[in-house]
């Protein structure tokens, strides 16, 4: 029999790309130690080697509320329904989590995943890691690794062992070097203004020591000269960065690890290909097939003095597409355009280059760009990359190998530092692009391939469904706030796919009225590519009519509950219309109450379907409508305040009556007051203490009688 202990299996999952980042990260320098092993996305189990590898590496992160990504739900089907205590027998495992501490279920999949590996069998060879990205991931993540590397020689008994502890020795002394940069107190300047133009031998000696570990496999992508401009590009928001904590004889200490260089840009042509607007490019991998799909309504759902700017959009997806009020799909909007061509031009790529033909190559390249294989430049830059995310520490520690500035290099080094978090925080704070980056740092010109292995995937942006198929049909509606507000540091900020729809509809008027218009734009010919989101979170309709709703959800968090209330009149006309079937009192009894819990600023600027929802009250389709008003009066009143207030009601109706209980919108302040709010109608009526009541809300989320549908 092989020795199983002798090959370690990494299995990851990940919903916005840092697990499968710092997953194929550890892999590939597992494998740059020396270490044989294998990587896989939890999904491709039946294809991992689950069964014949004795050291296993999970990596995993969090989503909705507590809830495993999307990538992992075939492998928690799979560990559900194994009852086998001997499966993993032979296995040692270790987790690293990924969540945030201000989301009510910190990193419960790494708790979970524990569990259950515990019983099928395997045993822990070292502890679990719980990274937060309220403090950075990097904090825990990177000892953790470390750590890691300690470990691994003990638990994997490869040929290569005795190499390996030694090398792996050697490094720890080099690493120990790297991580705690001695800069001499004469050579600290007190502000950025009077700092010195040489860089601090410490600093020097730390580069080459760091760039001695890594293989330096960069290729320029693009051999060109510096464009002069000849068009107007957009300029990036200044940071401001605060050097308080670079002292005199500070230790720049906790710098990131090193990123092993992974993707290889290659051109492959300077054939032009014709530009496609709106047309995503094929590498981009969706779960179910891209359609482009007429929009044929936009209503403008908020007035001009309004804080948020709310849209409503219909679209005509066909009579053949099939899909439940409460299901998802995703739009695949492209980075902003402009900041797209002013990043290429800070690259220093000239536009004749957007067009030509390149490849993405390398050894566990990150997905969405495993078939970048033959893409426009100017397509990876639009349809791959993430510009607007949080940046990564990884991010400033690269960009500080590719300036020419000793200042720059220092204040980048010291952004990354242990000593440099609170810049870094702020930094974050203030969500700047890349383009905001690059121009701060105006001496540093990175490789566009660092760019591709440090920044995150570009994500389609996903919607609930807001119609019924009943009511309306072939047509989906959907509604959202167009995401543009100014930051603490006076910096304007876009978010992506909002502000390129509201674009795309021409900017429609504010609502004047309580009755918004709806403006018939079916004749404009817009498209947009979208597909359909299997809902794996069945956030749908119960099947039995007869089963009461409670309907939690502020802001746009209403918007799949329209579509279950239009589903559910719909579903009573069409009983009524059908005369024979019942008595009318019989077919109003035939559907349970429904409670809703719906929350917004200001009810005359910002009360989102007023129209509908009065008439639905009127039909007796709501038949609890509880109102919160959070900015009219001097009191906020949220929707957990009412629930609170309704606490004994909801008791009957939740737990003698069995309603299903629905929470849509945002992930961390409301879900978790919510959360907090049904256990204390757990504790006052049903006579049990807080732990008891959070394993029963955890019951009802498996049993699927608390739905959520939850976003960031
Ligand atoms: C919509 C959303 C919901 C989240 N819910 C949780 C949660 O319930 N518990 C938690 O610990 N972290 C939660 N997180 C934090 C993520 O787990 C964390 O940001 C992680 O770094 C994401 O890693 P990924 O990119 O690999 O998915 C949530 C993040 C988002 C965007």
Redesign the pocket.
Known sequence: MADLAKEYLIL???????????AKNIHTEAGKKGYKGQCFVMDDYTIAPLQQTGVIILV????????A?DNSLKFWRFLRRNKDKTYLNNAKFTIL?????????????GQRLEKKFKELGATMFYERGM???AEG?ENVVDPWIEKLWEVLPTVLSQDTALSITESVNSEKELEKQMTELQIEPELIPFSMKNRKNTLPQAVENYTKLENSLVENSETKPVESPPVTATVEYVKGYPLHISLDGLEAGVKLTGLPRISVPVAKLTKLSEQQLETKENSVPDFVVTPAPVTYVPVTMVSCLTTADAVKRTLELELDVGQDTHFEPGDAFGILAPNNEQLVQAILNRLNIPSSEYNCLYTVEGENLPTHLEKATKTRLIDLFRYAIDFTSHPRKALFRMLADHTTDPKEKLTLMYICSKQGTAAFNAIRDESPTLLDILDSFPNCQPPVERLLDLL?AHLPRFYSISSSPLKRQGKIRFAFNVVNYTTTGNAQRKGVATPWLDNLTSLVPSRTTPENQEIDISGLGIKVPMYIRPNANAFVLPTKTERPLVLIGPGTGIAPFIGFLEHRQTQRKIRMSMGTVGHPREIQESFGPVYLYYGFRDKSKDFLFEKEINQFKQDGIITHLAIAESRATETKVYVQDLIKRDAEKLYELIVKKDAAIYICGD??GMARGVQDALVEMLVLYHQVDVVEANKILMEWISSKKYLRD???
């Open positions: 990851w999952a990940s919903q916005t790309g840092n697990a499968e980042w710092i995993a992160s969090n989503t909705g509320d507590g809830d990504p989590g990924l969540g945030d501490s201000n989301y009510s279920n910190f990193n419960y999949t990274a937060d990205d991931l995150p992930a961390k939850l976003w960031a």
